[in-house]
């Protein structure tokens, strides 16, 4: 509905009033404002009106100073065309003097030239052409080493002139051998000089016309003067420690005769001197050593052995590393003739009376002279010791020299390994008991000998083993019976071995070189893959990796120990990389350098296994070279052992040379028809392997299979060898806990029941009674077995 008009009216007139009302109140405001800021703007023009003053007179100051300063520059322009007349004629003078030295440059130049020329022709004629050369100690090829010498011939050629280099060299090589601050030298000390004149047995005139005869034609004289080697001689006579006779015996000639011959009979004068000036000088160097095997006492091995047509007398001292080392025994005496009872008697009675009272003993231990107990061990093989006891030997009725167990080693009467208990020990022999009825030279009883280390592993390897190979071999080949003319082929088949001995010598050096050198490559790279360094023990030497300490403590025991003329540091031999027997045995220890000094610094473990990996590398080269040249001898040599089988001759190969040829694939070439095993041959004939590929022969034969006794023979055998090989490890420089001692016995048992079960028809020889009977006694007392033998004697 529309609003009505009054109403609309009414809100007009209301809108209007309202605008009205509020036009109004503006202009009031207006007018208000007016009046206050009238006075503001009057006030402000003033300030205006001043402050333009104040521009004016600004003003007039700068048109002051635009004034001075168009004056300024005028001044300046005048200045300045003085100074570029001046700058002009200062280039002009420059110029001028440019040329000149311009002129002297191109001359100096020149000059330059020259001089750099001179230089390039002087760098290229030094030894070092300039460049940082590698050091010498550093070089490994000798087509690098020629490089070198080369360069040093040429530059004194250039410096004395071409004919006067060999006059140079001459000098130079004197001056460098008399020079106190080089180790470079041409002559043998006083020492080296006694030494070469008294191994190679040179005599005075020899000695005088080689001196002579070296410095006409190599202007030196290698030995020391006759005087100094006299004195070396004086200070190292032996005359003080034993006593020099002359004995005429009856030995064989080379024509078989017997003749009476003249010969020295040597024997020590003063025994307990001896032993302390070796316990002096091994206290000196800290090699003494003292354990559970030894205790706090001096133990010595007393004993001997008959090598070649002499018969040797020797100490052997266990408070050592290597109490076996050949070269630390201690020599009492020597004669010409056999290991008898009787002569052992005639020639060294009064060596054994001094060993009869040596029950102590007194050294300088570097601070204080000490008194130590001595223990005395008797030493050899059996017939050896039973001489020394006066016992009537190993084919007497007792043939043990421990106990009296009765029983006959040969005849019809012959004890089996069935019939008879071996294992057990009769009544123990004393040495009153001893005295009773001989004449015992060493006041030790017999009970303190022991089973003879390397003797009784040999023998019994050689008798139960290799012997019973060759039975078996035998009764595989079918039709065996002796060819004719069987005593001339073997002279001749004796005659062809002797003419490839040597070579056959040398593979076995070799064999056992490389055997050496590959334990210490293992050694050295077991090192190289671990960071933490190995705790040193005793057994470590002082160089700076010892590679005997850092391997097990088997791989090395024949390892040796000499003292560095450079450092004076006590290294072993394998540590110094000496590892073939020729350099072992011919090194001459007083001018034994080790590794260290050789190369003339540290060489690392990485440098250490470069070198031995080359080594190895060169005696492998050397062992493959010398088995061809066997394996050509070895054929003719094969041709008549065809005629030697149990078998008759025939074109196939029989098991017997199948036997022969295993045994000749893992070194073990014993040599059957005229000798017995050596200890290395022990060694590698009864390893593991060894044993399965040897009795392989039998259990892979093509000729026939073995029946089913022959089976529980094979195996019970192989047992039997793999129980003497844990034996003969056994028989080692360790001293064993009651562990270890009863592991040996269990082995033992075994070993014998075993045996008994696969031989019962053999005989019971005395070595297998002293194993089986008198090692576990032996074992209980001294704590160890092999530490001292006849070892050391025998090689």
């Not at 030697?644 to 070194?667: D, F, H, N, P, W």
């Not at 290395?680 to 399965?692: P, T, V």
Request: charged letters at 30%; one cysteine or more.
């Amino acid at each position: 509905m529309a609003p009505s008009r009054n109403k609309i009216a009414r809100i007009e007139r209301a809108k209007q009033a309202s605008l009205f009302k509020a036009a109004k109140n503006h202009e009031i405001e207006h007018e208000a404002e007016k009046e206050t800021m009238f006075p503001k703007l009057k006030k402000e023009v003033f300030y205006l009106k001043k402050e333009v003053e104040e521009l004016k007179e600004n003003l007039e100051l700068a048109n002051k100073k635009l004034q001075d300063a168009e004056i300024e520059i005028q001044h300046i322009k005048s200045e300045k065309c003085v100074i570029l007349a001046e700058k002009n004629h200062e280039k002009e003078q420059l110029l001028s003097s440019f040329r000149e030295k311009e002129k002297e440059g191109t001359y100096l130049q020149s000059r330059a030239d020259q001089l750099q020329k001179r230089v390039d022709t002087l760098v290229e004629e030094s030894p070092s052409r300039g460049k940082c050369l590698k050091q010498y100690n550093l070089i490994r090829t000798n087509e690098t080493k020629k490089d070198r010498y080369e360069r040093i011939i040429k530059m004194i050629s250039s410096f004395v002139g071409p004919l006067n280099v060999d006059a140079f060299l001459y000098d130079f090589l004197k001056m460098a051998d008399e020079d106190e601050d080089l180790k470079f030298t041409l002559k043998f000390s006083p020492w080296n000089s006694f030494f070469t004149v008294v191994k190679h047995q040179l005599s005075d005139g020899f000695l005088k016309d080689f001196k002579q005869f070296t410095k006409q034609h190599l202007h030196i004289d290698i030995f020391a003067s006759r005087h100094q080697i006299e004195e070396v001689k004086k200070t190292f006579a032996t005359s003080k420690y034993y006593t020099f006779e002359r004995q005429n015996v009856i030995k064989p000639s080379r024509s078989g005769k017997q003749i009476m011959a003249e010969t020295a009979l040597v024997k020590a004068n003063d025994v307990h001197e001896l032993l302390s000036k070796r316990l002096e000088m091994l206290s000196r160097h800290e090699r003494l050593r003292f354990d559970d095997g030894t205790k706090d006492n001096i133990v010595i091995g007393v004993g001997g052995d008959k090598g070649s047509d002499t018969t040797k007398l020797v100490i052997v001292l266990e408070n050592v590393d290597i109490p076996n080392d050949p070269h630390a025994v201690l020599l009492l005496g020597l004669y010409t003739g056999n290991d008898s009872h009787s002569l052992l008697k005639q020639n060294f009675a009064s060596v054994f009376d001094q060993l009869n009272q040596l029950h102590s003993v007194r050294y300088f231990d570097g601070s204080n002279n000490v008194e130590k107990a001595v223990v005395m061990k008797p030493l050899g093989d059996c017939k050896f010791v039973s001489a020394m006891y006066g016992h009537a030997g190993q084919n007497s009725k007792t043939p043990c020299y421990v106990c009296n167990l009765a029983w006959s080693t040969h005849g019809s009467d012959t004890a089996s390994l069935e019939n008879f208990d071996f294992e057990f020990s009769g009544e123990i022999r004393t040495l009153s008991d001893l005295k009773k009825t001989g004449v015992p030279l060493l006041d030790v009883d017999p009970l303190n000998a022991g089973p003879p280390g390397v003797h009784t592993i040999l023998g019994i390897c050689q008798y139960y083993c290799i012997d019973w190979l060759i039975a078996m071999a035998i009764n595989f080949d079918t039709g065996s019976s002796s060819p004719a003319n069987l005593k001339q082929l073997k002279k001749d088949l004796k005659k062809l071995v002797l003419e490839t001995e040597e070579t056959t010598n040398l593979v076995d050096s070799l064999e056992s070189s490389l055997e050496r050198i590959n334990d210490a490559v293992t050694t050295i790279q077991k090192n190289c893959k671990t960071t933490k360094p190995k705790q040193k023990n005793s057994s470590h030497c002082t160089s700076s990796f010892c590679i005997v300490g850092s391997s097990k403590k088997s791989s090395f025991r024949d390892s040796s120990i000499f003292q560095c003329t450079s450092c004076k540091a006590a290294v072993h031999d394998v540590c110094a990389f000496y590892i073939t027997e020729e350099q072992r045995l011919l090194m001459d220890q007083l001018n034994a350098v080790c590794l260290d000094c050789r190369h003339g610094m540290i060489p690392s473990i990485p440098d250490r296994l470069s070198l031995a990996l080359e080594i190895q590398k060169s005696v492998n080269e050397q062992l493959l070279q010398a088995q061809d040249i066997l394996e050509v001898a070895d054929n003719e040599r094969l041709k008549l052992e065809q005629h030697l089988k149990g078998s008759r001759i025939r074109s196939e190969v029989s098991t017997r040379q199948l036997l022969e040829a295993a045994l000749r694939s893992i070194g073990c070439d014993s040599r059957i028809w005229y000798q017995d095993l050596t200890g290395n041959q022990a060694r590698k004939f009864l390893r593991h392997s060894s044993i399965d590929k040897v009795l392989a022969v039998f259990t892979s034969n093509s000729r026939r299979a073995p029946n089913a006794s022959e089976k529980v023979k094979i195996d019970l055998m192989r047992s039997v060898m793999l129980d003497l090989a844990t034996l003969m490890s056994a028989a080692s420089n360790s001293v064993k806990n009651d562990d270890e001692i009863e592991e040996i016995e269990r082995v033992l048992e075994r070993f014998v029941g075993n045996l008994r079960e696969a031989q019962s028809d053999a005989s019971v020889t005395p070595k297998l009674h002293l194993l089986s009977s008198h090692l576990i006694p032996y074992l209980k007392r001294y704590r160890s077995w092999g530490r001292v033998t006849e070892q050391g004697i025998e090689s």
